[in-house]
């Protein structure tokens, strides 16, 4: 049995039991393989590192899309960048009040790949009408767009590779520029007890950009080591004074159904660790 094992850490990982490769090359920025594992269905990694499977990526999504967009209340406009798999666009699809989502992904191998393989990420979001999808390195979009965008979503890898450029001070006021009054960023910012310095470097690269500059969690299960911390930041900082009656009251509105995503799981994964305040504290 052919063993995947992760490679983001040199001294510690997850390993997997390969049932099959369904797909594995060299794309023209990153590494690709998809491939089955009984425990978790079907699996996507670039790089070395996992980036979603069957079984789990329904945390991540839910909590990366409806956590901004309930706070926010009055979302039309989406910019994702990254988010290949078509996961977040499907979540961000959902919400009536959308009507135009712009993604903008730099391989394009990805999302071909995951709506081969990984269909029920993108579960047709990719034909909506309503989304527009852009094959460009997310810097340089935000760097010159003139579309400014309620909620702002970075689904990317990792710093490293391709991805690093989205964790810099340029990427960020790129966002700021994107985003319209009282808007909202958020993006994906690793496993906070395993990567506790990009919550820091992360925190004080937004911090010159955003009034407010906040992280929210969740366990995603694999993305080993912890929880994983979601960064956020908006100049309406009321944006997260919500109390759960308002937020409940949207989420009913909305109709969603969801699988980890509810409305005091809103509230709470605010409320982080300890040693995640004290390394914030720590840098002030
Ligand atoms: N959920 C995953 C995680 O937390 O690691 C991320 C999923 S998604 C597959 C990450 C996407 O970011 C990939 O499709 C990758 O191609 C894209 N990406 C990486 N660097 C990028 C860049 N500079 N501009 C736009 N997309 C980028």
């Given at each position: 049995?052919?063993?995947?094992?992760?490679?983001?850490?040199?001294?510690?990982?997850?390993?997997?039991?390969?049932?099959?490769?369904?797909?594995?090359?060299?794309?023209?920025?990153?590494?690709?393989?998809?491939?089955?594992?009984?425990?978790?269905?079907?699996?996507?990694?670039?790089?070395?590192?996992?980036?979603?499977?069957?079984?789990?990526?329904?945390?991540?999504?839910?909590?990366?899309?409806?956590?901004?967009?309930?706070?926010?209340?009055?979302?039309?406009?989406?910019?994702?960048?990254?988010?290949?798999?078509?996961?977040?666009?499907?979540?961000?699809?959902?919400?009536?009040?959308?009507?135009?989502?712009?993604?903008?992904?730099?391989?394009?191998?990805?999302?071909?790949?995951?709506?081969?393989?990984?269909?029920?990420?993108?579960?047709?979001?990719?034909?909506?009408?309503?989304?527009?999808?852009?094959?460009?390195?997310?810097?340089?979009?935000?760097?010159?767009?003139?579309?400014?965008?309620?909620?702002?979503?970075?689904?990317?890898?990792?710093?490293?590779?391709?991805?690093?450029?989205?964790?810099?001070?340029?990427?960020?006021?790129?966002?700021?520029?994107?985003?319209?009054?009282?808007?909202?960023?958020?993006?994906?910012?690793?496993?906070?007890?395993?990567?506790?310095?990009?919550?820091?470097?992360t925190y004080q690269r937004l911090s010159p950009e955003f009034d407010q500059?906040?992280?929210?969690?969740?366990?995603?299960?694999?993305?080993?080591?912890?929880?994983?911390?979601?960064?956020?930041?908006?100049?309406?900082?009321?944006?997260?004074?919500?109390?759960?009656?308002?937020?409940?009251?949207?989420?009913?509105?909305?109709?969603?159904?969801?699988?980890?995503?509810?409305?005091?799981?809103?509230?709470?994964?605010?409320?982080?660790?300890?040693?995640?305040?004290?390394?914030?504290?720590?840098?002030?």
């Open positions: 049995m052919k063993q995947y094992s992760e490679s983001l850490y040199p001294t510690w990982g997850q390993q997997f039991a390969v049932d099959e490769v369904l797909f594995e090359h060299q794309t023209d920025h990153q590494h690709l393989v998809i491939f089955k594992n009984q425990q978790w269905g079907t699996v996507m990694a670039l790089d070395g590192v996992i980036q979603t499977t069957e079984k789990d990526e329904f945390v991540y999504h839910e909590m990366m899309t409806h956590v901004p967009i309930l706070a926010h209340g009055s979302v039309q406009k989406v910019l994702i960048i990254g988010g290949g798999d078509g996961g977040i666009l499907r979540e961000v699809l959902r919400h009536k009040t959308v009507e135009r989502v712009v993604q903008v992904e730099i391989d394009q191998a990805v999302i071909d790949m995951c709506v081969q393989y990984l269909p029920g990420h993108s579960d047709g979001a990719f034909t909506d009408p309503r989304a527009e999808v852009i094959i460009k390195d997310g810097v340089e979009f935000v760097a010159d767009c003139e579309e400014q965008f309620d909620v702002i979503i970075s689904d990317s890898t990792d710093p490293i590779g391709p991805g690093e450029v989205l964790f810099t001070s340029a990427f960020y006021q790129g966002v700021k520029r994107c985003l319209k009054p009282g808007g909202v960023f958020v993006a994906q910012n690793g496993v906070s007890f395993m990567q506790l310095d990009e919550v820091t470097t500059v906040a992280f929210y969690a969740a366990a995603v299960p694999t993305y080993v080591g912890g929880v994983m911390t979601f960064a956020w930041a908006t100049d309406n900082p009321d944006l997260t004074k919500m109390n759960r009656q308002t937020i409940t009251q949207r989420y009913q509105a909305s109709g969603l159904q969801c699988r980890y995503y509810q409305p005091e799981l809103h509230i709470g994964a605010f409320a982080l660790p300890r040693y995640i305040v004290q390394a914030i504290e720590d840098l002030n």
